[in-house]
């Protein structure tokens, strides 16, 4: 495919409950970013990877949240023990981040809905 | 404060009109400035990015910056029906961390 893919694509859940959420960036896409939105909301930023390498983390709003990027390419972001809060669109999206690039177009994914109850 | 504000609108514009839409973003340390649309229920495209202070045109769109001011903004011109969603603007040091405005909703009238 050509772009950014996530799954599953809405994901319902018991309060309590683990959640994985997996993303798929363009082919040869250095750098991948994680968002969380809410309605009416912008993205809000969550965590940053370069290649395999998680460079920041500082959006991850406690340590229930937690992602990986083991071979640089797929990534999922790992929910332990949703709350009903934790409700939202997730989005990831990829960019080239070539070296020396003075700017990287980020392509979202179409995101992932989840839902605790 | 948020690091990056937009005024919610709706903005309202009859179809022909320049659409102006702003930003303004608390960290001075801001290198690189984006604006993207959102179409309800889609995700977000990139629309132009700046980091230059003054005007970058691309097509009937123009992206505004002032870093004294802290002020970037978006005009496009001969809005189109097509061109009603959420615009955000987003803001980034370096390339690691992004901030993202609320958007506004533009509503271009026939």
């Known amino acids: 495919g050509a772009g950014v893919s996530q799954s599953p694509r809405y994901k319902v859940t018991k309060r309590g409950q683990d959640v994985a959420l997996r993303c798929d960036p363009i082919?040869?896409?250095?750098?991948l970013y994680w968002y969380r939105q809410a309605l009416g909301q912008g993205p809000e930023f969550l965590t940053y990877f370069n290649y395999e390498a998680q460079q920041d983390k500082s959006g991850l709003p406690n340590d229930r949240f937690s992602a990986e990027r083991p071979e640089g390419s797929i990534s999922t972001l790992t929910i332990q023990r949703t709350e009903q809060r934790d409700s939202a669109m997730y989005r990831c999206?990829?960019?080239?981040?070539?070296?020396?690039?003075?700017?990287?177009?980020?392509?979202f994914g179409p995101g992932t809905r989840l839902t605790v109850l | 404060q948020k690091e990056v504000e937009q005024n919610s609108g709706p903005l309202s514009v009859p179809e022909g009109a320049i659409a102006s839409l702003n930003c303004t973003y608390s960290?001075?340390?801001?290198?690189?400035f984006f604006w993207y649309r959102q179409y309800s229920g889609k995700s977000p495209e990139l629309i132009m990015f700046?980091?230059?202070?003054g005007d970058k045109e691309d097509g009937r769109f123009t992206a505004q910056l002032n870093k004294a001011s802290q002020y970037v903004s978006l005009l496009i011109r001969d809005s189109q029906p097509s061109d009603s969603a959420t615009y955000l603007c987003?803001?980034?040091?370096?390339?690691?961390?992004?901030?993202f405005g609320s958007g506004t909703k533009l509503n271009v009238k026939p």
């Open positions: 960290d001075r340390g801001s290198q690189s």
């Open positions: 987003a803001v980034t040091y370096n390339f690691n961390k992004f901030y």
């Open positions: 082919s040869g896409h250095v750098s």
């Open positions: 999206a990829s960019s080239l981040g070539a070296r020396g690039s003075s700017y990287n177009e980020q392509f």
């Open positions: 700046i980091y230059s202070n």
